[in-house]
Nanobody, 119 residues
């Protein structure tokens, strides 16, 4: 069984910062891409940031220069440092890991963590 557990969400004022973390546990051979998604109320889920197993990163245009994704391959963790947060970035943030297990690739998701940006 594979589990992804996020932490670090909460309430922050506009312009503030939060750091999200996600730990992947279970019987996994390889983790390739690790992603952070978010879904705001009434909106579609969107990809916020991605990091490959080699460390290459991609960001949504709206967060470039403010968010930083990182990973620790030895610990199977991925983090998202979020700076200069805006009220419209209030959402549930979820991590996703693309994993090789057994003889197939699978996508596993965390349960999500709430980020609320409000004064």
């Amino acid at each position: 069984q594979v589990q992804l557990v996020e932490s670090g969400g909460g309430l922050v004022q506009p312009g503030g910062s939060l750091r999200l973390s996600c730990v992947v546990s279970g019987s996994i051979s390889i983790i390739s891409n690790m992603d952070w998604y978010r879904q705001a109320p009434g909106k579609e889920r969107e990809l916020v940031a991605r990091i490959t197993d080699g460390g290459s990163t991609n960001y949504a245009d709206s967060v470039k220069g403010r968010f930083t994704i990182s990973r620790d391959n030895a610990e199977n963790t991925v983090a998202l440092q979020m700076n200069s947060l805006k009220t419209e970035e209030t959402a549930v943030y979820s991590c996703k890991a693309h994993c090789f297990r057994g003889s197939h690739w699978y996508d596993y998701w965390g349960q999500g963590t709430q980020v609320t940006v409000s004064s």
